[in-house]
């Protein structure tokens, strides 16, 4: 009897080793093609858009509130 039980587990062990030996390979380029895509998208969109800066550059003569009263007041118009 421990005999046949020796030879049992002896045939168990050999089957689990060989089964380790199967090579399977995944082709995951798909999926990570579709996560970078992703992750630019994601960068695109938390990255703000380059904002253009003008400068303005006034000289007032005169003031703009009021600017009939005081056209009046120094031109002497009216």
Do not use: C, H, W
């Not at 005999?3 to 089964?19: C, G, H, P, Q, R």
């Not at 093609?33 to 992703?38: I, P, S, Y």
């Amino acid at each position: 009897m421990i005999e046949s039980l020796k030879k049992t587990v002896f045939d168990i062990e050999e089957a689990v080793k060989n089964s380790n030996n199967i090579n399977t390979t995944v082709n995951t380029k798909p999926i990570e093609d579709l996560v970078q895509n992703m992750m630019v998208k994601i960068e695109a969109k938390l990255l703000p858009a380059p904002t253009i800066m003008t400068r303005k550059f006034q000289v007032l003569l005169f003031p703009p509130q009021d600017a009939k009263l005081f056209y009046k007041i120094v031109l002497g118009a009216g």
